[in-house]
């Protein structure tokens, strides 16, 4: 364990470790695209401190040497575009060797562009076609209600997702049967493959939509670790809880950030050599010894 993963006052890994990790996601994240020469950055880069303290935060209760342990929490990322961020945090949960990272998109590699269950351990669901994935974490939770488990569901979407008509059937769905061990975190960076969400179809209000629905409902700030920590510890009884993170898109490359162009589009040349100098900033805490 580094010096970086201490315990903090109630338990749990300290934020210093959790932003540590989310640096570290961001140069996996970054280095993988560039090497694969395709990709989705942007997406991935705002939702990097989401998954960070999902996954190292003590919250998501998961077993890499046991994948699909029956008591587990759930990860769905809906929005199957950002893979390269889902295989950053297995990878360095240990449901596969850090090494795997730079065979994503490659010809057999596991790494497909986006998430395939059947081929990386971890993956709970294939995903890519958006607005899907609210409706299979809807049916996990189910699930787990009926099995009497008492396993938490996770669910990632992009804001530009909720402009799909099944994400609200889902959330309909949800509140109706009070799925209080459901969790969905909106990564709302305003921008999407077209630009604007708003231009091009907006979404707002869209923590108003969600309570309407019936759902509980918490605006954070998206890269605020100490925020994402309480809300996913919230306490909620007969309803779902919807955590609306505000972002920036290409969060960590300054040339990237709100710039919806990166969306789905790799850096190359001198632009990847500036991106990884960025978000580097995990090498120099191990040069430290940290």
Not at 178 to 183: I, V
Not at 225 to 233: H, K, T
Not at 249 to 258: A, S
């Amino acid at each position: 364990m580094s010096k970086l993963q201490r315990e903090v006052e109630g338990g749990g890994p300290s934020i210093e470790y959790i932003e540590e990790m989310a640096s570290r996601l961001r140069y996996h994240i970054v280095r993988m695209v560039g090497k694969a020469g395709s990709g989705h950055p942007g997406g991935s880069l705002s939702s990097a401190d989401i998954v960070a303290a999902l996954y190292f935060g003590g919250v998501l209760r998961v077993d890499p040497r046991n994948p699909l342990w029956s008591e587990r929490d759930r990860f769905v990322l809906s929005k199957g575009h950002a893979a390269p961020l889902l295989y950053a945090a297995l990878a360095e949960m240990g449901f596969f060797p850090v090494d795997v990272l730079l065979t994503l998109r490659k010809l057999g590699s596991s790494l497909q562009g986006h998430p395939d269950c059947r081929k990386v351990a971890g993956v709970e669901v294939s995903t890519g076609s958006l607005g899907q994935g609210l409706s299979l974490a809807v049916g996990m939770a189910l699930a787990g209600k009926l099995d009497k488990k008492d396993y938490k569901v996770w669910a990632l979407l992009g804001d530009g997702e909720c402009q799909e008509g099944q994400v609200w059937e889902a959330a309909m769905s949800a509140a109706h049967y009070k799925l209080d061990n459901l969790r969905v975190v909106v990564d709302h960076n305003g921008l999407q493959i077209d630009g604007p969400v708003k231009k091009v179809m907006s979404v707002e209000p869209i923590v108003d939509k969600f309570s309407a629905f019936g759902w509980e409902t918490v605006s954070v700030d998206g890269h605020d670790v100490r925020e994402l920590l309480e809300a996913y510890r919230r306490p909620v009884a007969g309803k779902p809880l919807a955590i609306v993170a505000e972002t920036v898109k290409g969060k960590g490359v300054g040339f990237m950030e709100g710039v919806a162009a990166w969306h789905g589009k790799a850096p190359k040349g001198e632009e990847l050599d500036r991106a990884l100098q960025e978000v580097s900033v995990h090498e120099k805490a191990e040069e430290r010894g940290q």
